[in-house]
């Protein structure tokens, strides 16, 4: 696919304003471009590097065509945003990476495993779920323990329910039946992977090396590369990464959770069109962060180098601090007085339990004395 060239100086326009809208901003500007963010809060992370923010609702066709006729090419960093009006604007000649047909099929989980599975990509066992009556059929189809997961929406463990009895089953609430849903085998994993992967122009690939990751409470806590996988493993996660982005079609980055299983099985969790939390070690431990390949690949530009500088530990710094729910963080200096540390916050004013505020990364010699030093600096900082 041959795509336009979007030089500095250029405008990138940005749905979501939240913090990996934040660092897209950051690295674009680094480059030269200029940005401007469309969310529907003020002061939004991304705006505060933004050279200009649209406050207004992601549904906003109005407010998206302002946005359009004032970037030369668009892209989104989540994706909840609205696919009629990614596909409205490609209709009227605006160039929005990755598509409206990526889009629609990412937001989906249903959608998402049934193009796996077309594309040889092996998945956990799943059913669509419309009524109640449906759970009972999928539990003797499919068995018990499960997951029960809104088809769209959702993310960081929201929307989601974990059955493991029949009593779980009942409790399921009746308003939960206003949305599709997705019946999934639960998946007894040994170790939580992902890859992130680039496509450019030309069909050029290139992915990151692999991220192994820890979630607490549905929430990711902690990557770690490199992964504690054998090689073959990871060569096998990562052909997996490329043949999806290859077969999407995407341009830009893509995020590929997996599951690592027994017997070196890996399954395909979820697929993030978009830049990914487990890659934000990217920025400190590559020669090219995720955000910097997603603005090449969007604007038609050579893709960076990708090898992996040093072990590296990525840890996120969540609302949860001794604060619960204060905006100022106490520990900051104990905690750039650790060796190969960097410390990113996100600009977000209220710390609310779980919240995403910022993250650690820490290059060390290798991967314990990385993570080691990690939590203990995120032992450091509370919320006050």
């Not at 399954?267 to 070690?281: K, Q, T, W």
């Not at 969007?298 to 530990?313: D, M, N, Y």
Request: with cysteine.
């Amino acid at each position: 696919m041959s795509i336009k060239k979007i030089y500095p100086k250029a405008t990138i326009g940005i749905f979501g304003g939240g913090q990996l809208g934040r660092m897209l901003a950051q690295a674009a500007k680094k480059i030269g471009y200029n940005i401007i963010t469309l969310d529907p809060i003020p002061n939004s992370p991304c705006a505060q590097i933004a050279d200009e923010q649209i406050v207004a609702a992601f549904d906003d066709y109005g407010a998206a065509e302002r946005l359009a006729e004032q970037s030369d090419v668009l892209t989104y960093e989540f994706e909840n945003v609205n696919a009629d009006i990614i596909e409205h604007l490609e209709k009227k000649g605006n160039t929005v990476f990755p598509s409206s047909t990526v889009l629609r099929i990412t937001q989906n989980r249903i959608k998402e495993k049934e193009f796996l599975k077309k594309i040889g990509i092996s998945v956990t066992d799943f059913r669509a779920i419309v009524r109640r009556s449906h759970l009972e059929e999928a539990k003797e189809e499919l068995g018990l323990p499960a997951m029960l997961k809104t088809a769209t929406g959702g993310y960081d463990g929201k929307g989601q329910i974990l059955l493991n009895t029949e009593e779980d089953i009942l409790d399921v609430p009746q308003d939960l039946f206003l949305k599709e849903l997705i019946w999934e085998r639960y998946v007894p994993f040994i170790k939580e992977i992902s890859v992130i992967c680039a496509r450019g122009a030309s069909n050029e690939l290139i992915t990151f090396p692999v991220s192994e990751n820890v979630h607490r409470d549905n929430i990711l806590y902690t990557s770690t590369v490199p992964a504690r996988i054998p090689a073959e493993v990871e060569k096998k996660a990562t052909d997996i990464a490329r043949r999806i982005s290859e077969r999407l079609e995407v341009i830009g980055v893509i995020g590929v959770e997996m599951f690592l299983c027994e017997d070196g099985i890996i399954l395909v969790n979820e697929i993030a069109p978009r830049v990914h939390n487990s890659g934000h070690y990217t920025i400190e431990a590559c020669y090219t962060s995720q955000f910097e390949q997603h603005i090449r690949a969007i604007c038609g530009l050579p893709l960076g180098r990708t090898e992996l500088l040093s072990p590296v530990a990525m840890i996120n710094i969540l609302g949860e601090g001794k604060g619960q729910g204060g905006d100022f963080l106490v520990g900051v200096e104990k905690v750039l007085s650790i060796p190969g540390i960097s410390l990113h916050l996100y600009g977000k004013e209220r710390a609310r339990a779980g919240r995403k505020m910022g993250h650690l990364t820490v290059l060390a010699d290798s991967v314990l004395e990385a993570v080691s030093r990690a939590k203990k600096a995120i032992e450091m900082l509370s919320w006050e």
